[in-house]
C-alpha cells in the first residue's frame, strides 16, 4: 500500500477544552513522509512540532506535545481521526496552544476528512509489525498495555472506576475500516467529583455539558451542584438522581469505554508509522499510552528498518524461473531464490544458505562462512530486480554494478540460515542509475547493510 494525505483541505473551529479560548484549526495535504506535524501560526517564526512520542511533555487530561516554547495540547481526537483513516501525511496549523475539543470526540474531524477525500502517494506505506507479545505496565495504577502479533489493527480497552454509575466497561475495534462509526462520536468524560479540582488547577476551561459526558455519583446538595456550574459558567441543572447529566444522551451504552479506546488510537499514532498488531488495553489514559509509544518509538530508532516477515507457505512474487528470466546470472552465481514482497519503491528477497554451497570448500572447509562479497553481490542482485521492475519488457535490460559504499559486517552467516534481503530506493531512477540501500536479515538481526548506485542499460 502507498502513503496516503489529504485529498484536500479543511478547516475546523471551536474553543479549547482546558483554555477556554476561541481555536481555528487547519488541515492541509503534506508530501511523502513527511508524517503529522502541527505549526503553531499564532507564535512568531510559526514553530513545527513533530507529533511523534518523543516530543509529549505533558499527559494531564490530555496529550500534550512541544518543541522549544511552542507546545499544542488535546491533540488525541484529531490524531485518532486522522490515524484512523490511513492517512500518513498531514500539516495542522493551529492558533492556539491547544487544539479545538468541538463536542469532545473524533466525529468532527472524520466527517471532514471523508468530505475532502484522500490522495494516494508514490512512496510505500512503512509499517510497524509486532513480532511477539510486548507488555507495559505502571503498577501504581494497575493500567497496562498489551500488544500481540496480527495480520491487522485491532483494539480492545478495559476500565473500572470505583463508582456506582461506571463501575467497569470494555470495548472492542476489530478493523480499523469501523472506526468511523463505532468510535468517531464517543465523547470524553469526566465525573462531577473531579470538576472542582480540575478547575483549581486552571483546566477544562471551556468544557460544558455539550462537548463532555458528564457523570454525577456522588452525593451533593444542589447549592453546591449550582456553584460548580456557576464555577465552570454553565447553565445551572436540577439533578435528582446518579447518572449522566449532559445534554444530549449517549451515542453508545459503553461510550466512555469507546472513547478511551479512541485515546488509545490517538496516541499511539504518535509512534510515526502505522501499526500491525492487537492493543489490549487495561485502564489506559495518556500517561500510560504515551509511555508505550515512547517504548515503540525507541525500538524504531534503535533499527532504521524491520526485518521483513517471511512465511515459507506464501506464493511468492517472483519464483526463481522468473528471477532467472530476468537476471542473466546462473550457477554458481545466482544468489537469490525468490522474491516475497515488492512495493514501488522497495522489494524483499530470499536466499537460502545450504552446507552445499561450492564457496564454501574454500571459505572454509571446518567452518563454513558465507563471504561477505557474495551477501553484497546477492543485495545487488535483488536490488537488480527492484530496478527491472521500473521498465516495459525488463527482459530486454540487464542492471550493473557502479560503486558501493557504507558496507557493514554484523555477523556472520552459515549453512542452515535464511537470508532476507530489503532493498530500496534512495534516489528516483535517473539516466537509468539509481542509488539504493540494502539491508540482508537472518531472523530480526541485521548481518549486513550497504550502499549501492546500480545503471540499468538495455541490451543490444
Given amino acids: 500500500m502507498n502513503q496516503l494525505t489529504l485529498g484536500g483541505e479543511f478547516t475546523l473551529s471551536g474553543k479549547g477544552l482546558h483554555t477556554g479560548l476561541n481555536i ?5 495535504p503534506a ?4 508524517g503529522y506535524k502541527f505549526k503553531r501560526v499564532d507564535l512568531p517564526d510559526q ?35 486522522l490515524y484512523a483513516a490511513g492517512i500518513d501525511n498531514v500539516l495542522i496549523e493551529v492558533d492556539a496552544p491547544e487544539m479545538p475539543i468541538l463536542d469532545g470526540s473524533a466525529r468532527l474531524y472524520t466527517e471532514q476528512i471523508e468530505a475532502v477525500g484522500l490522495a494516494e502517494q508514490k512512496a510505500d506505506k512503512d509499517y510497524y509489525y509486532i513480532r511477539q507479545r510486548v507488555e507495559f505496565a505502571d503498577p501504581e495504577t494497575g493500567a497496562s498495555i498489551i500488544v ?8 480492545d ?41 480540575l478547575v483549581s488547577n486552571n483546566l477544562i476551561k ?65 509512534i510515526g508509522r502505522p501499526l500491525k498488531g492487537r492493543i489490549i488495553a ?9 509511555k508505550f509509544a515512547k517504548k515503540i518509538r525507541r525500538e524504531i530508532k534503535r533499527q532504521e528498518v524491520q526485518a521483513p ?40 528477497g530470499v536466499k537460502n544458505i545450504t552446507a552445499n554451497e561450492p564457496f564454501f570448500q574454500g571459505h572454509f572447509p571446518q567452518e563454513p562462512v558465507l563471504p561477505g562479497v557474495l551477501q553484497v553481490e546477492a543485495m545487488a542482485q535483488t536490488g537488480g530486480l527492484l530496478v527491472l521492475s521500473t521498465v516495459d519488457d525488463p527482459e530486454r535490460y540487464s542492471t550493473y554494478f557502479m560503486k558501493i559504499d557504507n558496507v557493514k559486517f554484523r555477523q556472520k552467516v552459515v549453512p542452515g540460515d535464511t537470508l532476507i534481503f530489503h532493498v530500496s530506493f534512495m534516489t528516483e531512477l535517473r539516466r537509468g542509475c539509481a542509488m539504493m540501500k540494502g539491508y540482508a536479515f537472518v531472523g530480526e538481526k541485521i548481518v549486513t547493510e550497504c550502499e549501492f548506485m546500480a545503471q540499468i542499460i538495455k541490451n543490444k
Fill in 24 to 28: 481555528t484549526a487547519r488541515f492541509l
Fill in 31 to 34: 508530501p511523502e513522509n513527511h
Fill in 47 to 81: 514553530p513545527v512540532i513533530d507529533a511523534l512520542a518523543e516530543n509529549v511533555i505533558a499527559s494531564n487530561r490530555g496529550t500534550v506535545i512541544g518543541k522549544g516554547e511552542a507546545t499544542v495540547s488535546t491533540i488525541e481526537h484529531a490524531m485518532a481521526a
Fill in 148 to 155: 500481540l502479533p496480527d495480520d491487522d489493527f485491532a483494539v
Fill in 157 to 197: 480497552v478495559k476500565i473500572d472506576f470505583p463508582s456506582a454509575v461506571l463501575p467497569n466497561q470494555f470495548a472492542t475495534l476489530e478493523h480499523i475500516a469501523d472506526f468511523n462509526s463505532q468510535i468517531a462520536a464517543s465523547r470524553t468524560f469526566v465525573f462531577v467529583r473531579e470538576i472542582e479540582p
Fill in 206 to 270: 471551556g468544557g460544558d455539558l455539550d462537548n463532555a459526558i458528564v457523570i454525577y455519583d456522588s452525593a451533593l446538595s444542589q447549592d453546591q451542584l449550582d456553584r460548580l456550574a456557576d464555577l465552570m459558567g454553565v447553565p445551572r441543572k436540577k439533578v435528582d438522581e446518579f447518572g449522566y447529566i449532559n445534554n444530549r444522551p449517549l451515542a453508545f451504552d459503553n461510550e466512555p469505554a469507546r472513547h478511551k479506546l479512541l485515546d488509545v488510537i490517538g496516541d499511539i499514532a504518535l
Fill in 282 to 290: 487495561t485502564r489506559p489514559g495518556h500517561t500510560i499510552n504515551t
Fill in 309 to 348: 516477515i517471511y512465511n515459507p507457505s506464501k506464493e511468492p512474487v517472483m519464483d526463481n524461473m522468473r528471477i532467472r528470466e530476468l537476471l542473466p546470472h546462473r550457477y554458481p552465481f545466482l544468489l537469490v531464490d525468490k522474491v516475497i514482497e515488492k512495493g514501488q519503491n522497495y522489494i524483499v
